[in-house]
């Protein structure tokens, strides 16, 4: 009899029991080797919603649910009944598909990986919500068309950074950046053509200030607040056009 390992709940393990009935001690020794259950299973559960991950996209955390919904108490203010909203490295899909089940707006979302992207549009399809995805490297190509809303959860891990050993099993494209993990903020800025009326960042706890910095010299009319995530860590930049 296999037993259920360490740090898995019992909902959890019960799903792999049913979904791999013959294999369980091949999945108990994943597991032991820090293999994310969420890939075994095969979805995962974010804001209230049922998303496909796989090892094409970066499994979505709780802080991540946090800026859905900041971003959405933030949009809900603006009267206009049109606004076009762009994710920025949308991975699963699931910042946009969780504003666009909440708001009746234009939704687009990119992602340098196809295969990723072929994730994002599964999902979008089960949860019954419309958005234009496309491909498209944000870190040398410039974006063309004027967006009101852009929201980005980028890769902002440091490449000397120490990491939970269960990430070595997802993109590491979708983890790790250049410049002590600021160069996508930095591309992301100079690669819009004009401030929107909102951009919505999701940051590492000790990059408040550097973010700050480079929000200013791209955009300095801007209101730019940082504000934080349950644990207390400075976690989300908020630049508005005022």
């Known amino acids: 009899m296999i037993i259920k390992p360490e740090g898995i709940t019992k909902i959890d393990w019960e799903i792999l029991i049913k979904k791999y009935p ?50 959405w108490n933030k949009i809900k203010k603006y009267p206009e009944n049109s606004l076009n909203i762009l994710d920025i490295g949308t991975g699963s899909g699931c910042i946009c598909i969780n504003l666009a089940k909440k ?36 870190l040398k190509e410039k974006i063309k068309k004027n967006y009101d809303i852009i929201i980005s959860n980028p890769p902002y891990v440091s490449e000397n950074e120490e990491v939970d050993p269960a990430t070595k099993y997802e993109p590491q494209y979708a983890i790790f950046a250049k410049k002590d993990g600021l160069e996508f903020y930095e591309k992301i800025l100079e690669h819009i053509p004009n401030i929107p009326k909102l951009i919505a960042f999701e940051i590492g706890y000790n990059q408040r200030i550097d973010v700050i910095n480079l929000a200013k010299n791209r955009f300095p009319t801007a209101k730019i607040i940082c504000e934080k995530d349950l644990s207390g860590k400075d976690r989300y ?3 508005e056009n005022e």
């Open 22 to 71: 013959g294999s369980l001690k091949e999945i108990e020794k994943k597991i032991r080797n820090h293999y994310p259950v969420q890939y075994l299973i095969g979805n995962v559960e974010f804001c209230d919603t049922k998303l496909e991950v796989s090892e094409d996209v970066l499994i979505p955390r709780f802080e991540t649910e946090y800026l859905v919904e900041k971003v």
């Open 103 to 138: 708001l009746s707006q234009s939704f687009f979302a990119l992602d340098i990986s196809e295969k990723a992207l072929e994730v994002a549009k599964k999902n979008a399809k089960y949860n019954k919500v419309n958005i234009n995805f496309f491909q498209m490297d944000i």
């Open 237 to 239: 930049i908020f630049i």
